[in-house]
């Protein structure tokens, strides 16, 4: 089984960098590499370059499209059985393409995604940002694991295809704003079997502060509106949670300062919620500071996400506005 690793990258030189060293590493080797520059101004040329002698990779640079077609632009030029589609702020383990050749040798599958955790070398909010994105106390709950909700679509950060079902459903028809779901119901859609590995995990940095991380999430609820829009069936309850939690933390400051009696309701229920992250985080990553940060960046990705979602879902689908 020979797999072709598809990494599109927009001016993240050194990311790059640290996920080709980890491919360095790999216990099976039948794979090559297609990175894929989109229209970067700090492009990575050189440093792909650097790995030419180490790994079987290759470096394109081409006008700035947008991942989903970028990605696209790697499929055209891909020889492997499999497409696996990465990120470019991961770290992968060194046993990852071993597990997940082992797997589709047993289960035959025809597209599959992989979890994420935090790496031991990431910083704490990196740590407490992954814990919000992989919490079973917030939306992170329904992705990557095997309890998740209805049918699985893998993410593009750890996704991976084979090439019938490329050259039977195509590449993505959206280049962001929920590109790699659509793309996983399209090949749902045409028959094929998709699947969860659960050992196939990569090391997710995501974003380096929670600025940034506000500014995903912000996205992430956006993108949601926009699956919504070609497959309105993919709308389930789960999908409103964020939004339901912000307006309820809302409603809660409100009553803060017009109507205290009730606010000491629902100052518990608020309380109560954000100590039930606190102590699951401190024992998952046995860190007070982690801890305190995971409640930070949950806070953060429930709000963000709730307000991107609130936001199409008024201007798209209440307004009817095309933009």
Known sequence: MFFSIIIPLYNRPQEIKELLSTLCKQTYMQFEVLVIEDGSVNDAKEIVASFENKLDVKYFYKE????GFSRNFGFERAIGDYFIIFD???LVPADYLEIVRDYLYEHQLDAFGGPDAAHESFTPVQKAISYAMTSPFTTGGIRGNKKHIGQFHPR????????EVYEKVGGFILTRLGEDIEYSIRIHENGFKIGLIPTAKVYHKRRTSFTQFYKQLHFFGRARINIYKHFPSELKVVH??????????????????FFKPLAYICNFFVLLYFL??????????KSIKIAFLSVIASFIQ????GLGFMQDF????LLKSKD
Do not use: E
């Open 64 to 67: 700035n499209s947008g991942q």
């Open 88 to 90: 470019s702020d991961i």
């Open 156 to 163: 593009s950060f750890n996704m991976g295809l084979s090439r």
């Open 240 to 257: 409103f949670f964020p939004a339901i939690f912000t307006l309820g933390l809302s409603f809660t400051i409100l009553c803060n300062i």
């Open 276 to 285: 039930l992250i606190f102590f699951h985080a401190w024992q998952a990553n």
């Open 302 to 305: 429930l709000t963000a996400y």
């Open 314 to 317: 008024v201007k798209r689908v």
